[in-house]
């Protein structure tokens, strides 16, 4: 089993910048894919961006590309979602997941954390 835990979210205002980490423990995610998500009040959880296990290939929303960085730390077992230029839009909750690369983008995956909060005020 993999637990997920996200931090780092919060408020903050539009064209700023906020660093999401998700740590991971139970057993190493070096084999995982990591992706992130997000769910705004109302809408359906959507797929934000995901990295291979090597870090080799990643993936973004096209709205976020340019703005937000997926990277990780298989040492840390930590994955990061570096988010700049911040719009109100992307205000949701954002989750991590551990699974398979393709699975990823399906919004399927074997692990997910319980999220953080990211509001953008205008």
């Known amino acids: 089993q993999v637990q997920l835990v996200e931090s780092g979210g919060g408020l903050v205002q539009a064209g700023g910048s906020l660093r999401l980490s998700c740590a991971a423990s139970g057993r190493a995610i070096s084999s995982y894919s990591m992706g992130w998500f997000r769910q705004a009040p109302g809408k359906e959880r959507e797929f934000v961006a995901k990295i291979s296990s090597n870090g080799g290939y990643l993936d973004y929303l096209d709205s976020v590309k340019g703005r937000f960085t997926i990277s990780r730390d298989n040492a840390k077992n930590t994955v990061y979602l570096s988010m700049n230029s911040l719009k109100p839009e992307d205000t949701a909750v954002y989750y991590c997941?551990?699974?398979?690369?393709?699975?990823?983008?399906?919004?399927?995956?074997?692990?997910w954390g319980q999220g953080t909060q990211v509001t953008v005020s205008s």
């Open positions: 997941a551990a699974g398979g690369y393709a699975e990823l983008s399906l919004r399927r995956a074997n692990y």
